[in-house]
């Protein structure tokens, strides 16, 4: 499973972006698929997940309310709509995933990952 992060860029205050995990060599209907971000200094945290099983949808109390997970099967595809973006939204993005698996939060729930998107909220 390869996965190829998108959508990142600079953003104002208040502003929106819409990122996207686009999987190949696997589909990740069988996933569960989480995003994390890491910014400088600072170590890498969830912040959303949907599960592999019912597509639930988990997300981390300082993004609840204005970031939204999806996923599209017939795209194999992921996305992260982030809107009402803040300054400390700024960091590098990442998709993980994980066969069959539940969301969780740490870093070794999840066995495969991209390479990243920078997201930067500024004015």
């Known amino acids: 499973l390869q996965l190829v992060e998108s959508g990142g860029g600079l953003v104002q205050p208040g502003g929106s972006l819409r990122l996207s995990c686009a999987a190949s060599g696997k589909t990740l209907d069988y996933y569960a698929v989480g995003w994390f971000r890491q910014a400088p200094g600072k170590e890498r945290e969830g912040v959303s997940c949907i599960s592999s099983s019912d597509s639930s949808t988990f997300y981390a109390d300082s993004v609840g309310g204005r970031f939204t997970i999806s996923r599209d099967n017939a795209k194999n595809t992921v996305y992260l709509q982030m809107n009402s973006l803040k300054p400390e939204d700024t960091a590098v993005y990442y998709c993980?995933?994980?066969?069959?698996?539940?969301?969780?939060?740490?870093?070794?729930?999840?066995?495969?990952w991209g390479q990243g998107t920078q997201v930067t909220v500024s004015s």
């Open positions: 993980a995933a994980e066969v069959f698996g539940p969301c969780g939060w740490d870093l070794s729930d999840f066995g495969s």
